[in-house]
């Protein structure tokens, strides 16, 4: 009798589907925690998203540069005659505006901008490694950095032309350019 039970115990186990789970692939994504940088990121670029005018941005973290990086591909026609720096200014005084920055100085005084506070705890503040959090914004807003890469092409080569690039700090009133 206890032959029967385990023959169909066995036959019963070998019909039923593998159970699956995560690969070592999703498990690396699975065990790895978000860091108040990368909360802070993707909150800000939703934050921006939701506005007409900066739907096209992206935020991330430059590890290379030490720098936040809000960024503006434009892939613009070889025909379109824009002054891109003019563009480049007028983009960099929108977002400084909606970081709270006007005339290179934070608005109202406060001590950090508007972008700043997205990497910020949200209800409260902690001092970590005797640094409070105020004084740790304060300090993000000099790596944050406001960056527009123009492109070129045309109907005959899709493969785009990086024409220039402009670059300022979200803290500030100028830029740099720089040509390809």
């Known amino acids: 009798m206890n032959r029967i039970y385990i023959a169909a115990w066995?036959?019963?186990?070998?019909t039923m589907p593998a159970m699956a789970g995560p690969d070592a692939t999703a498990n690396r994504f699975l065990s790895d925690t978000p860091s108040m940088m990368d909360f802070g990121a993707v909150r800000l670029e939703s934050h921006l998203r939701a506005k007409e005018e900066f739907?096209?941005?992206?935020?991330?973290y430059d590890w290379d540069r030490n720098r936040v990086v809000v960024l503006r591909f434009l892939l613009l026609r070889n025909d379109d005659e824009r002054n891109l720096e003019d563009d480049c200014r007028d983009w960099m005084q929108s977002l400084r505006a909606a970081a709270m920055v006007f005339d290179g100085r934070?608005?109202?005084?406060r001590e950090y901008s508007n972008f700043a506070e997205f990497?910020?705890?949200?209800?409260?503040?902690?001092t970590i490694a005797g640094q409070p959090e105020d004084d740790a914004l304060v300090s993000l807003d000099k790596i944050i950095v406001l960056?527009?890469?123009y492109g070129r092409?045309?109907?005959s080569?899709?493969?785009a032309d990086m024409e220039m690039t402009c670059t300022g700090e979200v803290v500030g009133?100028?830029?740099?350019?720089?040509r390809e």
């Open 147 to 149: 960056e527009t890469q």
């Open 173 to 178: 009133t100028g830029f740099s350019v720089s």
């Open 157 to 159: 080569n899709w493969n």
């Open 119 to 126: 990497f910020g705890h949200v209800g409260f503040r902690r």
């Open 106 to 109: 934070v608005f109202g005084g």
């Open 10 to 14: 066995l036959l019963v186990g070998m």
């Open 55 to 60: 739907r096209d941005v992206s935020v991330r």
């Open 153 to 155: 092409y045309d109907d």
